[in-house]
């Protein structure tokens, strides 16, 4: 039985097709735990995992668990409905523990095999909630979970290209961000992939952008 109330089925049929990472921006974890389970505050996620990697169910994938939010992923809301939500006990502030890690890796695994979701369905609450939600955030190993197969991560060494904001955008757009202002686009990108570069699109935003468009092709192009 699921452990929070705070759960309806999925609409129109949708199955999970996107895991999408969070934290929970709380001081420990049975705080965090506290607030999922309150009906009175209308959230929840399919799994809380602690910083000392203790994983706990509380909505049933099967279920439509109140984790995303407004927003879209690949041209497509109500990401509810498409997704199994994961909430890492972190404040944001701090790096993300090792055993919590390990523990969020033995869940991914056998849990996209279930689902039969591909490595780049896993994406962060920011991802799909640009200038709205920030989290995992900066300090989120995208780049271990991607050695793993349970995430993904741009090649190195790809050839940088001349800044074209509206290349860069056809491209960001395939790989599956909503279609949102360019800086607050170039933001997102670079919160997950180079979260400590600033300054104007550059030839390296560009080379991500295509390898990661050019490399997972099942988002429609624009």
Not at 120 to 147: N, T, Y
Request: overall charge neutral.
């Amino acid at each position: 039985m699921s452990l929070s109330p705070n759960f309806t089925k999925r609409r129109n049929g949708l199955r999970p097709e996107l895991v999408v990472i969070h934290y929970t921006a709380m001081a420990d974890c049975e705080a965090a735990e506290r607030v999922l389970c309150d009906p009175a505050r209308e959230v929840s996620a399919h799994y809380l995992i602690s910083e000392a990697g203790e994983v706990r169910a509380l909505v049933d994938e099967e279920m439509r668990a109140w984790h995303a939010g407004a927003g879209a992923w690949a041209g497509r809301d109500d990401v509810n409905s498409r997704s199994i939500g994961i909430e890492l006990s972190n404040t944001g502030l701090v790096p993300f523990a090792a055993a919590q890690m390990d523990a969020l890796e033995r869940l991914l695994a056998p849990l996209l095999a279930r689902w039969n979701i591909p490595p780049h369905g896993v994406i962060g609450h920011s991802d799909m909630a640009p200038g709205r939600k920030i989290d995992p955030g900066p300090r989120f190993d995208w780049q271990r979970l991607a050695r793993q197969g349970l995430s993904v991560w741009p090649e190195a060494g790809g050839q940088e290209r001349t800044p074209d904001v509206a290349r860069f955008r056809a491209d960001a757009l395939a790989f599956g961000y909503p279609d949102v202002a360019d800086d607050l686009l170039l933001q997102t990108v670079r919160l997950r992939f180079r979260p400590r570069h600033t300054g104007p699109l550059d030839g390296r935003d560009m080379a991500i952008m295509a390898d990661l468009a050019n490399r997972y092709p099942t988002c429609a192009r624009r």
